[in-house]
């Protein structure tokens, strides 16, 4: 299946984008639940499988998630380049390698592997964020520390964002 980049299909998946950030928590078994409205999104694209890998973002670790039919997307761009490319390889051994395919329960709950909560230092309250193409799980103090560095810096420099031409 080729990757559609029509501007219609961006208009398409621009409508099914996560939003917001929520407050949940894991329970003894590494389990939790999917805020209801990403869960109501992937329901909507009829996705029950979410991807999730480790993820470093503004120096902080966490978990990054996708839709099932997000990550082929990313799968099938990678697939384009050379096996052989240093950057590609570092990028199969630290992004791919530790992904993990997360079935939804019929309570909207996935199970969150161990290795990836030791990896974000998932404890018990984790913030789900949202993301272009997908959403990412923080460990709550994280996650206050990164937006509040987020939000110092555009204090400082009111135009940080004028790059992104939004």
Request: glycine residues 4%.
């Amino acid at each position: 299946m080729e990757p559609k980049n029509s501007s219609e299909d961006k208009a398409e998946r621009a409508r099914y984008s996560f939003c917001g950030s929520f407050t949940h928590s894991l329970d003894e078994k590494g389990r939790i639940s999917i805020p209801s409205t990403f869960r109501q999104l992937l329901q909507e694209r009829k996705q029950n499988v979410l991807v999730l890998t480790n993820f470093i973002s503004a120096g902080a670790r966490c978990i990054e998630a996708f839709a099932q039919d997000e990550w082929l997307r990313l799968e099938q761009k990678l697939a384009g380049r050379s096996r052989f490319d240093p950057k590609l390889q570092k990028l199969e051994n630290f992004y791919l390698a530790r992904a993990a395919a997360c079935p939804m329960d019929a309570s909207g709950r996935i199970n969150i592997p161990q290795h990836l909560r030791s990896y974000a230092g998932l404890e018990r309250e984790v913030v789900f964020t949202s993301t272009l193409n997908g959403f990412r799980i923080w460990e709550s103090r994280v996650w206050s520390l990164v937006f509040q560095e987020a939000e110092a810096a555009l204090l400082e420099d009111p135009a940080l964002f004028m790059d992104v031409d939004i």
